[in-house]
């Protein structure tokens, strides 16, 4: 996870002056109507399986949150909605997100999983911080435990037998989620975002190391089409598709953004 961070923050300073400047500039427009969106949802998310969960608020979304206008929509991450409606029935005694970014999910899935407890692991201060502040102000905070890097000793201590596991962390799935590692994920139900994008080798890798004890699905990134979001009516179509855009990463042979479900064979 570090890794990918670094090599992220290098490509940015080795793009010409221009570029960076006109990003700066694309960033500052997005974020106008990010504040336009949000006090139209009255920083709320408006639909899909956290609706009503307050979103923080006037004074802004925290910079760990890239996106904040797909929140307020509820449009972000719009593929995995009917997983996570299935995954909500089913009543997890333990949710462990591995990346929490904003706190998002982790609030989220608290708020619609009442008898959960909820462990949280992210490497940046600042989203812990961000999920600590969101599940105060959603009232859930009692229920979440927040923790550093996770790495190859951070769930050692934890029970994943049984447990569902929400993984985002940037291209470390391919380290992490090792049953040799980890035993306890031979029962773990696994909901991974896959970051073929940073590391060709993880999709294939995570089959190997599952396909015997689990079944595996698919969901790629689909456009999002801006009349599906009432609150979008009004606004130009390109302020519209930019507010709905989650900016996804395309693997080296052009395949789009993917999640995997993974559902243990036993339990």
């Known amino acids: 996870m570090l890794k990918n961070q670094l090599l ?35 920083h ?23 996106h904040a206008t ?5 449009s ?3 593929e995995l909605h009917p997983w996570i ?3 909500i029935k089913e009543s997890f005694g333990q949710i462990v997100h591995i990346g929490s970014a904003d706190g998002y ?23 812990r911080k961000a999920c600590k502040t969101l599940a105060k102000q959603n009232g859930v905070h009692d229920r979440i435990q927040l923790r550093g890097f996770c790495g190859t000793e951070g769930l050692l201590d934890v029970d994943l037998e049984g447990s569902l596991v929400f993984s985002d962390c940037g291209g470390a799935e391919f380290t992490i989620l090792d049953k040799m590692l980890y035993p306890g ?8 975002e896959l970051h073929d994008a940073f590391d060709a080798r993880v999709t294939p890798r995570l089959m190997s190391r599952f396909s015997g004890t689990h079944s595996i699905e698919f969901v790629s990134a689909k ?8 609150l979008l009516d009004g606004f130009p179509i390109a302020t519209a598709k930019l507010a709905l855009d989650e900016n996804r990463s395309v693997a080296s042979d052009g395949k789009p953004q993917a999640w995997a479900l993974l559902r243990p064979y036993s339990s």
């Open 44 to 66: 709320t998310v408006l639909s899909g399986p956290y609706q009503g969960m307050k979103y923080f608020g006037p004074e802004g979304v925290p910079a760990v949150d890239r």
């Open 70 to 74: 797909t929140k307020f929509l509820g």
């Open 223 to 230: 456009e999002r089409i801006p009349a599906d979001y009432p």
């Open 8 to 42: 992220t923050m290098i490509s940015a300073w080795k793009a010409n002056p221009y570029t960076r400047w006109q990003a700066a500039d694309q960033r500052n427009g997005y974020d106008r109507i990010a504040r336009q969106i949000g006090e139209a949802a009255k």
């Open 105 to 127: 999910h982790p609030v989220g899935m608290a708020m619609r999983c009442r008898e959960s407890s909820t462990i949280v692991f992210d490497t940046l201060i600042a989203a």
């Open 85 to 87: 409606e299935t995954l």
């Open 76 to 78: 972000f991450e719009a």
């Open 185 to 192: 994920f031979r029962l773990a139900t696994i909901l991974v």
